[in-house]
């Protein structure tokens, strides 16, 4: 079973509101991944950390989208304003470092935006 | 550009048949891809299966190989008796050697397994 937890299991948002879903990395792993599958199966990349300091992100990451991972606290991904489209799985993976390019990832939080 | 084409839809199998999954990638900006397939069982997250970073070398896990081919690239799962606890969501994927965050995943094959 994953290591990474991932809460909650699932949202449901209306149009506008914020969502926010959090993630507790494998134990010892600073490097945390947040990636979006949409309905079509495909993965898309959001942002990544190094332990609180953020290594890559997307340009949609930077408009709407926020993630912090505070130490000592459940990383965090938050949707300030949810729209129809942001409806996806959104997966956190840990790593135990930058280089290292096998993921870890936790079951996902399932988002529907109404 | 780079990308993962595997097996798509549902894969239906009896159990102790054996399987093929079906996957080729293209990687023309990575220089020194390493190819995975992972697994979502059901309830559960992705989990890796099989990594190989070398090509012509074969990995295995659980029953299952795949050979990282890089003349066809191809990097196809194969088991050869399918057990109904096999019944999961298979993903192949590339990246390079180093970079975690460009990963590129196929759009998964769900595996049945008839008992």
């Known amino acids: 079973n994953s290591k990474v937890i991932q809460t909650p299991r699932y949202l449901v948002k209306g149009q506008g509101q914020k969502a926010k879903m959090r993630c507790i990395p494998e134990?010892?792993?600073?490097?945390v991944f947040w990636y979006q599958q949409n309905k079509n199966n495909e993965f898309k990349f959001l942002i990544n950390?190094?332990?609180?300091?953020?290594?890559?992100q997307i340009d949609m990451t930077e408009k709407r989208f926020s993630a912090e991972c505070p130490s000592n606290s459940p990383c965090s991904l938050e949707i300030q304003s949810s729209e129809a489209g942001d409806s996806a799985l959104y997966l956190c993976?840990?790593?135990?470092?930058?280089?290292?390019?096998?993921?870890?990832f936790g079951a996902g939080t399932r988002l529907s935006v109404l | 550009g780079d990308s993962v084409t595997q097996t798509e839809g549902q894969v239906t199998v009896s159990e102790s048949k054996s399987l093929i999954i079906n996957c080729t990638y293209s990687?023309?900006?990575?220089?020194?891809?390493?190819l995975f397939w992972y697994v979502r069982y059901p309830g559960e997250g992705l989990q890796l299966l099989l990594k190989?970073?070398?090509?012509?070398q074969k990995g295995s896990s659980r029953g299952f190989e795949a050979t990282y081919n890089k003349e066809t690239t191809s990097f196809h799962l194969q088991k050869a008796s399918v057990q109904e606890s096999d019944s999961a969501v298979y993903y192949c994927?590339?990246?390079?050697?180093?970079?975690?965050?460009?990963?590129?995943f196929g759009k998964g094959t769900h595996l049945h397994v008839l008992p």
């Open positions: 993976a840990s790593s135990p470092d930058p280089s290292q390019n096998t993921l870890y």
């Open positions: 134990k010892g792993h600073p490097v």
């Open positions: 950390f190094q332990n609180q300091e953020v290594l890559q």
């Open positions: 990687a023309t900006s990575i220089a020194y891809p390493n």
């Open positions: 190989v970073i070398t090509a012509g």
């Open positions: 994927a590339l990246t390079g050697d180093t970079n975690a965050y460009k990963v590129i």
